[in-house]
């Protein structure tokens, strides 16, 4: 039986008629179902003996079978089975999907192919099986790539391939997944020259960086632009009621969330974080009264529990799901004909991309409404329409390819066999993203996968990686080989812990909350996760226990949840609003609200910084308008707020947003202007990061990638703790005896533009170039009235730490009705 | 001096915040579970690559801990080393600090799991050391009392305002004291885990180390 999907993948009926010389089965096949190719994928056929192609085009344009359709032809006529084709994807679950869908139609082609998939849900015997008898087509993912070329047989299992295909690049390209995959194929590609690429992407605000990202460096690489179908319809919702003043979840329209699931076949509704999903679906559960058939999805819950949602979405059981990322990519399901978005975008790109998930006939528009949390998100939400119309999407221009990547894949070559530096360097200079690499950067690289690369030399004679006479580099210890392959990947476990019901209780897996969150629990607390409500009952080997409860509030209402920052587009488009105070398509009151902004103090503007300052119940306050994103805002308030500790003018604390940050205090800070100087603020980001606990995340991922730390040990038991220590211990130690060690370096690089993001302050004080508007005013503005409402404020700590560690253990002694002098 | 004061089996005891046990009346200083030499042994056996200088750093924090306490028996209570071979891997100047520490002191070498044999590096080696009333062996034995022991790096959780801490600690209740690992590159085992569990009475504490050392409930 043919599923819906496979429907989608191959229905292309149109009206258009192009000669083109396909096989006879083929062509005999697609009159049979009467369908007719798209111009694009007719003109990726014609070119497929270019080096590299890229093809953009929306979800729903054929995308795979352009694709694959070179594969076909070539597999038709090809006698001996080996590998030909290897495709990529960025889930597992799409390379499963892709599998099942090219099976049916081959059968009907009546093409004998071999397709398999490879991931790490693939059972070791079915993987060794394809290291000796590979099928003709193996899908995969990056992290399974990474170990193929990591065997000793690699250059025979990749000896025949002939075409590479890497469906979602997009997505694949803005990480270092993406890196490491282009690392991998720069490998196959000096196994089996002749290989072809292809580069499946959605619309892209550059499309030239991926196809640089993709290609062959330096060959060209051939761009197919697909017709982008028409507009979207997307609208903010209407009628806009109650909308408050700060928040982000927008329980606020429940009421017209359910009216619009009511009226459409099937709805997704995205949301910004996974807590905001489980917050948002529960309220909605209690107020659906029809009992309307949604669920929810988001990474966080058991696998077991996502894939049933999958399944049920395809056999169309659902009429909505409400989600996160996790739905950006992946399978197309025929139903939806609405997509909504709650809370504003943050990302214009993305917005788009998720509007895409509606309506999969090509040519019919895809339908979206995307719900302000806040009545400041209207601002961005009618900024972001207006952006989606003029088709202008946002992206930071990619970086060079980081060294940590480098390090893991020098690692898993080693683990191949021997290998000579200069080849290995030409072949990583072929890989777009480190076509400029400096040799002195790769040296390093492999100077610290041979010995460490420390300034002290302890470890000549145990190096990890030695050069043999003839000048090959190989494994020292061939133990190291299955060490190395445990720990490929750039993946980072953020630090979570899994969730189930008490064993008594079943023990069933409901899905992986935060350490952090985990540790701020005390039994009897209750939370959600999954939609329902969950009594946390205790923590048990690294496992939540928790037990149903059938509470409808839960007492923690939250938890942490990666934020996403607000585009640097979008955040200019916003000011842009402001300055031509072309306010249509706004709410009234939302009007009225920015116009008294003005008249009380000013608009803030593109090229200028406002900074306002007023009292405020007793505390001094310094409201800082960046415009920056959520993480740069953050920041900038920890970096002030030490100014000012230094200063005298005792911070209390803050509070940052996409847009601003408030700092309050016991003093009034009359210069502000003064604060605001580059070379300040980086001699405070070097102290402070430095003990920072974003420094110490950034290392662990640094370290971990680069083969310092490994996650996973051969025969590793569950006991025996005491033998690992933590990546806090290494970075420690760096910093007392090497602070600029390659590790350490590349740690502050990665910080700066992560959750850091440093260069968005930079960016700020650049353009802004010393134009800071000072207003002193007697109490706070409109525009900063919605700061005061805002959850998440950091308190300045100072001695806080060792403050509250007193208290506590005073605390727990005194509990315990122990006496004891405390010195 | 700074430190948690406590007794056992009538001995007057410091805990330093560093995780060295003073016992003034003796002059008596006593650090577990060094692991000198670590990160050769990961590389050696084709592990990681790890900053060599963990030897270094835990000789410095040793050396400042004996200036201060101006102890003149030093007893390192096994696993001082993390395997025999280490030796060959310590550099000569780690060598010529270690014995210059060495020099004017008596230096105890309790023997433990990772380093059961005698090493050619000074001092004497013991399998376990009696000063009355205490006991100072590797692996704490059940069925004794008023030992000082080491082995298991007990490290204790708290939970401050929803802020997850963690920190190496002293155990105590009055049949023993069990040591944190002083090396720098050790990791802990969590004071709820049941070999702890099993071996501390109900009452005992867990000094937490840090820059002063405080004491709490052992976290069950």
Redesign the interface.
């Known amino acids: 039986m043919k599923t819906a999907a496979t429907a989608y993948l191959f229905a292309y009926k149109r009206e258009w008629h192009l000669k083109i010389e396909i096989s006879r089965n083929i062509s005999k096949w697609l009159v049979g179902k009467n369908w007719q190719l798209f111009p694009h994928q007719i003109a990726m056929l014609r070119s497929r003996h270019q080096i590299a192609q890229l093809l953009i085009a929306p979800t729903g344009a054929g995308k795979t079978l352009a694709g694959f359709l070179p594969s076909l032809m070539e597999l038709e006529q090809k006698r001996s089975h080996c590998l030909h084709t290897l495709y990529i994807s960025p889930l597992k679950s799409l390379a499963a999907d892709i599998k099942r869908n090219l099976t049916v139609p081959l059968e009907e082609i009546g093409l004998e192919i071999k397709v398999e998939d490879r991931t790490g849900d693939t059972s070791s015997y079915v993987k060794r099986r394809q290291r000796v008898a590979p099928p003709d087509i193996l899908l995969t993912t990056p992290e399974s790539l990474a170990l193929l070329i990591s065997f000793e047989d690699a250059p025979r299992i990749f000896a025949g391939l002939r075409r590479v295909i890497v469906d979602e690049i997009h997505a694949l390209a803005e990480t270092k997944r993406g890196d490491q995959l282009m690392l991998a194929l720069s490998r196959v590609q000096a196994l089996a020259p002749e290989v072809r690429r292809v580069g499946l992407s959605a619309t892209v605000e550059d499309p030239e960086a991926i196809a640089t990202f993709l290609t062959l460096s330096p060959q060209e690489c051939l761009i197919h632009f697909a017709d982008p179908g028409p507009t979207p319809n997307i609208q903010m919702l209407e009628p806009l009621e109650n909308l408050p003043w700060a928040g982000a979840g927008g329980r606020y329209a429940i009421p017209q969330v359910l009216e619009q699931v009511r009226n459409h076949n099937t709805t997704l509704i995205f949301h910004n974080t996974r807590a905001q999903a489980e917050i948002f679906f529960h309220e909605l559960w209690l107020q659906n009264e029809e009992v309307l058939p949604i669920a929810i999805h988001h990474a966080s819950l058991d696998r077991e529990q996502r894939q049933k949602v999958e399944q049920a979405m395809v056999n169309g059981e659902l009429r909505a799901v409400v989600c996160t990322g996790s739905l950006d990519l992946g399978i197309d399901w025929g139903d939806v004909d609405l997509v909504i978005q709650i809370g504003a975008p943050k990302n214009v790109k993305r917005l788009v991309q998720r509007i895409g998930r509606a309506n999969h006939q090509y040519n019919a528009p895809s339908k979206a409404i995307i719900v302000p949390a806040n009545r400041f998100e209207t601002v961005e939400c009618i900024a972001a329409l207006e952006a989606v119309r003029e088709n202008d999407l946002d992206g930071e221009p990619k970086g060079a390819g980081p060294l940590d990547v480098l390090c893991q894949h020098i690692l898993l070559v080693a683990c191949s066999g021997p290998f000579l530096t200069d080849v290995l360097f030409k072949e990583v200079r072929a890989t777009g993203s480190y076509r400029s690499l400096r040799r002195a950067d790769f040296d390093e690289c492999m100077a ?1 996968c041979i ?2 690369g ?1 300034a ?1 030399r ?2 000549d ?2 190096q ?1 990686i030695i050069c043999r006479p003839d000048g090959q580099y190989v ?6 080989a299955q ?1 190395i392959r445990l720990n490929v990947g750039t993946i980072q476990d953020t630090d979570t812990l899994k969730v189930r019901l008490q064993r008594k209780r079943g023990g069933k897996p409901l899905g992986e909350i935060e ?2 969150f985990a ?2 629990l ?1 039994p009897g607390d209750t939370f959600l996760i999954g939609g329902e409500v969950v009594r946390f009952e205790n923590l048990r080997e690294m496992i939540v226990e928790v037990s149903r409860k059938s509470d409808k509030q839960p007492k923690i209402a939250t938890f942490t949840g990666t934020k996403f920052a607000t585009s640097t587009l979008l955040c200019n488009r916003i000011l842009k609003l402001f300055e031509e105070k072309n306010w249509e398509g706004l709410p009234q009151e939302t009007k009225n609200w920015l116009q008294l902004q003005d008249d009380l103090s000013i608009l803030p503007k593109r090229r200028s910084l406002l900074v306002e300052t007023f009292p405020r119940q007793g505390r001094h306050h310094l409201c800082i308008y960046g415009f920056i994103g959520r993480n740069a805002q953050q920041t900038l308030g920890l970096l002030i707020s030490k100014q000012l500790e230094t200063k005298g003018l005792a911070p209390l604390g803050f509070v940052a947003t996409d847009y601003a940050t408030l700092i309050w205090g016991l003093e009034e800070v009359l210069d502000p202007k003064s604060l605001f100087s580059l070379s300040e603020f980086e001699s405070g980001m070097d102290g402070w990061l430095a003990e920072n606990a974003l420094m110490k995340r950034s290392f662990r991922a640094v370290a971990t990638i680069s ?4 996650r996973n040990f051969p025969g590793q038991r569950k ?1 025996g ?6 990546s806090d ?2 970075y420690e ?2 910093r ?3 602070p600029d ?1 390659l590790m350490m370096r590349m740690t502050r690089a990665d910080a700066m533009s992560g959750l850091v993001d440093f260069s968005r302050i930079r960016q700020m004080l650049t353009n802004v170039g010393g134009r800071i508007e000072h207003k002193r005013l007697r109490k706070l503005s409109p525009l900063s009235a919605p700061l005061f409402l805002e959850a998440g404020r950091v308190p300045i700590e100072g001695q806080a ?2 403050r ?3 208290e ?2 005073e605390l ?2 005194e509990e ?1 009705g ?1 006496k ?4 | 001096m700074d430190g948690y004061h406590f007794t056992l089996a009538g001995a007057d005891l410091i805990a330093f915040g560093s995780g060295a046990l003073f016992w003034p009346e003796k002059d008596l200083i006593c650090v577990s579970d060094l692991h000198l030499g670590k990160s050769s042994r990961l590389l050696r056996r084709g592990g990681p690559v790890l900053p060599p200088y963990e030897v270094k750093d835990t000789l410095y924090r040793l050396q400042t801990d004996i200036m201060l306490s101006a102890a003149q028996t030093i007893v390192c209570l096994g696993d001082s080393f993390d395997d025999l071979e280490v030796e060959s891997s310590l550099l000569e100047d780690e060598v010529s600090w270690l014995n210059r520490l060495q020099a004017g002191r008596c230096w105890i070498w309790i023997e433990g799991n990772h380093d059961p044999g005698p090493m050619n590096i000074g001092g004497t080696h013991l399998k376990q050391l009696h000063i009355p009333p205490l006991t100072f062996r590797h692996i704490p034995n059940s069925s004794q009392s008023w030992e000082v022991a080491g082995h298991y790096h007990p490290k204790a959780q708290i939970s401050l305002r929803g802020r997850h801490y963690s920190k190496p600690c002293f155990l105590l209740d009055e049949n023993r004291v069990v040591l944190p690992a002083f090396g720098t590159f050790t990791g802990g085992l969590k004071t709820q885990s049941v070999k702890l569990l099993e071996l501390m009475l109900p009452n005992a504490l867990a000094i937490l180390t840090g820059k002063k050392s405080r004491p709490i409930p052992m976290p069950r």
């Open positions: 610290f010995n460490g420390y002290l302890k470890y004679r145990w990890r494994l020292r210890d061939p133990r190291s060490r350490e952090l540790a701020s005390t083969g310092l730390i490994e006991s703790r005491q033998a690992t220590f933590s211990i290494i130690t760096l007392k005896f090497e060690h730490i060792e509250m560690l007193v506590e253990s727990l002694i315990a122990l004891i002098k405390v010195c």
